[in-house]
C-alpha cells in the first residue's frame, strides 16, 4: 500500500514539473507607450467637430446649464444633453488634440490644446465653433496629458500616446514573472488606479470637479500647470487675452475657486490666494503636508483635503484633512480621517463625496467636522472625480460616468450610466 502511494506521488511530481515547461500562461495588463510627432500646425489644424462617439479614456467632467463635458484624454471633449440625468444624450464630440481640461462663461467653452488656449462658441452645442485661440501659452506638459514638448527649432511637438492592452502569452515556469516581451510597456497591478463681455445679464459659469485645473472668477480665466497660475482677460469671452502668469513652485495640481479666494492643490500643500484683486492675485498662506496628491474643496470655513500616494504623487499616506481656514492667514489641521486612496471629492453640505479610485465611493455626513460620519460605500467602480449639483452626483472613473440621485446621501441611487468602450 506504502509503494503505491509513494508511486503515485512520483508520478505526480514528474508530470507537474515536466509538463509546465510547455503549458505556463501568463496575462498581464499594461500601459504601452507609442511616441507621437506633429507640426504645430497639425495640432492647430486638428481641431473638429465629430459626430458623438464612446467614451474611451474618460479624464475631466463640466456642467453648465444642463449639458455635460466629458473630456477625452489627450483627444477633446464630448459634448451630452444631461437636462435628464436618467438619459443623457450624446451631442457630438469635439476633437482637440492635446485637451485635458475644460471651462464654460455664458456660451464660450475655453479648452487646452497642448501648447495652446482655445475658445469655443457652444450657442448651438451640436456645431461649436472655434472663435479664438492663443498660441503658444503653455509650457511643455501643461496639463495631465504627460510630458510633451515643443521644438522651437523644427516646430515640431512630441508626446506619447498610452493604451492600456491586456494580453494571454505563454511562458515555461521557471520565466514565469520575467516577461520582458515588450520593453516601452510599464506593468500595474490590476488594483491600481488611474461675446460675453457686452451681454445684458449677469455672467454665469459652469461647475468643475475638484481634479481642474482650470477656474473662472470675475473676467478671468484661471489656469494653473505644474509651477505657475496662468491668467487671462476675458471681458471680451471670445478673444481670451494673456494677463500675468504667476509662479508657484513646482508640484501645483488643482485649482478651486471660492468666494474671493483661491485654493491651490499641490503635491507638498495647499495654497491659499487673496483673489479681491482678480487680475492680481496674492498668496495669504500655505497648509504644508508630506508629499502627496491633493485636491482640495471648500465650504464656509472649512477646506477638505484628500492627501493621496501612487507613482506619481509619491508619500505612503492616503487621508482626508479637515482644515479650518477661517484665518486665512493661518490654516489649522483640525482632524484627519484614514481612506484607502482618495482622488476627487465634492462637498454639498452636509454631504461629503469622496472618490476612492479602485476602492470605490463613499459618502459622508460632514456637518461636524470632527466627527464626519460614513453613511455609504459603492464599490465595485473606479472613482476619479465628481461634482454635487441638485442632488444629483456626476462621478467619473475608468468605467465611465455615473449620475446618482442623493436625496437620500445614505442610500444613492443610480440613475444612469455612460460606459467605456475601449478598443484595447
Keep these: 500500500m506504502k509503494s503505491t502511494c509513494l508511486l503515485l506521488l512520483i508520478m505526480s511530481l514528474t508530470f507537474i514539473f515536466?509538463?509546465?515547461?510547455?503549458?505556463?500562461?501568463?496575462?498581464?495588463?499594461?500601459?504601452r507607450f507609442t511616441p507621437v510627432t506633429l507640426t504645430l500646425q497639425q495640432v492647430r489644424e486638428g481641431v473638429r467637430v465629430e459626430e458623438a462617439r464612446e467614451l474611451q479614456n474618460p479624464g475631466k467632467i463640466y456642467?453648465?446649464?444642463?449639458?455635460?463635458?466629458?473630456?477625452?484624454?489627450?483627444?477633446?471633449?464630448?459634448?451630452?444633453?444631461?437636462?435628464?440625468?436618467?438619459?443623457?444624450?450624446?451631442?457630438?464630440?469635439?476633437?482637440?488634440?492635446?485637451?485635458?481640461?475644460?471651462?464654460?462663461?455664458?456660451?464660450?467653452?475655453y479648452a487646452d490644446s497642448y501648447m495652446d488656449l482655445v475658445a469655443f462658441d457652444i450657442s448651438d452645442p451640436v456645431h461649436p465653433r472655434e472663435v479664438g485661440r492663443v498660441q503658444s501659452i503653455f509650457p511643455r506638459g501643461q496639463f495631465d496629458g504627460g510630458s510633451w514638448v515643443v521644438n522651437p527649432q523644427t516646430v515640431m511637438l512630441s508626446d506619447q500616446r498610452v493604451d492600456y492592452v491586456t494580453e494571454t502569452v505563454k511562458t515555461d515556469?521557471?520565466?514565469?514573472?520575467?516577461?520582458?516581451?515588450?520593453?516601452?510597456?510599464?506593468?500595474?497591478?490590476?488594483?491600481?488606479?488611474f461675446n460675453a463681455a457686452s451681454a445684458p445679464t449677469p455672467n454665469t459659469n459652469g461647475m468643475a470637479g475638484s481634479m481642474a485645473r482650470f477656474a473662472l472668477y470675475d473676467n478671468f480665466l484661471y489656469t494653473v500647470s505644474q509651477s505657475?497660475?496662468?491668467?487671462?482677460?476675458?471681458?471680451?469671452?471670445?478673444?481670451?487675452?494673456?494677463?500675468?502668469?504667476?509662479?508657484?513652485?513646482?508640484?501645483?495640481?488643482?485649482?478651486?475657486?471660492?468666494?474671493?479666494?483661491?485654493?491651490?492643490?499641490?503635491?507638498?500643500?495647499?495654497?491659499?490666494?487673496?483673489?479681491?484683486?482678480?487680475?492680481?492675485?496674492?498668496?495669504?498662506?500655505?497648509?504644508?503636508?508630506?508629499?502627496?496628491?491633493?485636491?482640495?474643496?471648500?465650504?464656509?470655513?472649512?477646506a477638505y483635503v484628500t492627501l493621496r500616494n501612487g507613482t506619481q504623487c509619491g508619500g505612503f499616506i492616503n487621508q482626508l484633512d479637515v482644515i479650518d481656514v477661517s484665518s486665512l492667514t493661518n490654516p489649522r489641521l483640525l482632524k484627519s480621517y484614514p481612506m484607502e486612496n482618495p482622488?476627487?471629492?465634492?462637498?454639498?453640505?452636509?454631504?461629503l463625496f469622496i472618490c476612492e479610485g479602485t476602492h470605490g465611493l463613499k459618502t459622508f455626513n460632514a456637518s461636524s467636522a470632527l466627527d464626519i460620519k460614513q453613511l455609504e460605500h459603492l464599490k465595485g467602480m473606479n472613482a476619479y472625480d465628481v461634482i454635487a449639483l441638485n442632488k444629483t452626483l456626476l462621478m467619473v472613473g475608468r468605467d465611465g460616468l455615473y449620475q446618482f440621485d442623493y436625496s437620500n446621501p445614505a442610500q444613492l441611487r443610480q440613475l444612469s450610466k455612460i460606459p467605456v468602450n475601449r478598443p484595447y
Design 173 to 193: 515556469c521557471e520565466t514565469a514573472g520575467q516577461w520582458s516581451g515588450c520593453p516601452n510597456c510599464v506593468f500595474f497591478d490590476a488594483n491600481v488606479s
Design 63 to 109: 456642467t453648465k446649464d444642463g449639458y455635460l463635458f466629458i473630456n477625452e484624454i489627450k483627444e477633446g471633449i464630448h459634448l451630452f444633453d444631461n437636462k435628464n440625468p436618467s438619459s443623457p444624450t450624446p451631442v457630438a464630440f469635439l476633437r482637440i488634440p492635446g485637451n485635458g481640461d475644460m471651462a464654460v462663461r455664458n456660451n464660450i467653452l
Design 18 to 31: 515536466t509538463g509546465c515547461t510547455d503549458k505556463c500562461e501568463e496575462t498581464r495588463t499594461f500601459k
Design 343 to 351: 482622488h476627487g471629492l465634492g462637498v454639498d453640505f452636509p454631504n
Design 228 to 302: 505657475d497660475m496662468q491668467l487671462f482677460d476675458i471681458r471680451n469671452a471670445a478673444n481670451p487675452v494673456p494677463r500675468s502668469r504667476i509662479s508657484m513652485g513646482w508640484g501645483i495640481e488643482t485649482i478651486f475657486p471660492y468666494k474671493d479666494k483661491l485654493f491651490i492643490g499641490s503635491q507638498t500643500g495647499m495654497h491659499i490666494y487673496d483673489n479681491a484683486n482678480p487680475e492680481s492675485p496674492v498668496q495669504l498662506s500655505t497648509f504644508q503636508h508630506a508629499r502627496v496628491c491633493d485636491p482640495v474643496v471648500v465650504h464656509d470655513n472649512i
